[in-house]
């Protein structure tokens, strides 16, 4: 059983991210490649640079 009209879609925690403006697609683009090199999470790639807080980024995960 798939989503229902009114429940929204699930996105990507990057794709949130950047429409919260919480990071820029330039930098959404430079942790994902930081994410390949290292295989770290997003989430923890982005809260070391630190470009949101670890409290932000729950927020935007409970959102997600």
Not at 8 to 37: C, F, I, M, N, Y
């Amino acid at each position: 059983m798939g989503p229902s009209e009114d429940t929204p879609a699930w996105k990507p925690l990057g794709q949130l991210l950047v429409e919260q403006a919480w990071t820029t697609q330039d930098t959404l683009e430079q942790s994902h490649e930081e994410q390949e090199r290292s295989g770290k999470k997003l989430g923890q790639i982005v809260v070391d640079a630190g470009y949101i807080s670890v409290e932000e980024l729950t927020s935007v995960l409970l959102h997600q």
